[in-house]
T-cell receptor, first 114, second 115 residues
Framework: DAGVTQSPTHLIKTRGQQVTLRCSPI?????VSWYQQVLGQGPQFIFQ???????GRGNFPDRFSARQFPNYSSELNVNALLLGDSALYLC?????????????FGPGTRLLVL | GENVEQHPSTLSVQEGDSAVIKCTYS??????FPWYKQELGKRPQLIID?????GEKKDQRIAVTLNKTAKHFSLHITETQPEDSAVYFC??????????????FGKGTKLSVIP
């Protein structure tokens, strides 16, 4: 059974550009969460989606948005990129809603903003 | 604000010795506490978790203990091996408003096992 997959693996953008990151959850999982991991820090929660609805939002500006599709895959969009958005973006899937379910991480997308 | 604090930030042990990493959390309603291992350049992987209906859980050389009264939980690794070298993160669901909880991570502990 395939694990969580993410694309692309690496991305280089310049300030002010927009980026879209993609995630496919484990088969049968209906929840996808997005995290930002800055070098040397723990993952920081951005969004959770369950059954195609937003169920949680972390302390991130409105430049960050996400959505979940009928097949439970998800996209994270970041507009007007800043240098500080450079990080590893992790997607995690779980079978149920909320932070009390086991979450399985994808390999991440490493974003560099120049 | 709600947070999870993790100590120490770095830990070096001799191969075969034990390692202990401790975390405290602020939300008394939290009742699920996972631990993740992240090797360099790789994804965080769940290695063990505990729910608040038990005080301790073991899986081979790894154990987690929970003290809900004191709001802290710990990861114990016995008979450490070089392949245990990695960054370990604790996490807890903390209330984020509007009836939802978000999984909040500690800042991580870099464990180095010296052969």
């Amino acid at each position: 059974d395939a694990g969580v997959t993410q694309s692309p693996t690496h991305l280089i953008k310049t300030r002010g550009q927009q980026v879209t990151l993609r995630c496919s959850p484990i088969s049968g999982h209906k929840s996808v969460s997005w995290y930002q991991q800055v070098l040397g820090q723990g993952p920081q929660f951005i969004f959770q989606y369950y059954e195609k609805e937003e169920r949680g939002r972390g302390n991130f500006p409105d430049r960050f948005s996400a959505r979940q599709f009928p097949n439970y895959s998800s996209e994270l969009n970041v507009n007007a990129l800043l240098l500080g958005d450079s990080a590893l973006y992790l997607c995690a899937s779980s079978s149920g809603q909320g932070a009390y379910n086991e979450q399985y991480f994808g390999p991440g997308t490493r974003l560099l903003v120049l | 604000g709600e947070n999870v604090e993790q100590h120490p930030s770095t830990l070096s042990v001799q191969e075969g010795d034990s390692a202990v990493i401790k975390c405290t959390y602020s939300d008394s309603a939290s009742n699920y506490f996972p631990w993740y291992k992240q090797e360099l350049g790789k994804r965080p992987q769940l290695i063990i978790d505990i729910r608040s209906n038990v005080g301790e859980k073991k899986d081979q050389r790894i154990a987690v203990t929970l003290n809900k009264t004191a709001k802290h939980f710990s990861l114990h690794i016995t008979e450490t091996q070089p392949e245990d070298s990695a960054v370990y993160f604790c996490a807890a669901p903390l209330y984020s408003g509007a009836g939802s909880y978000q999984l909040t991570f500690g800042k991580g502990t870099k464990l180095s096992v010296i052969p």
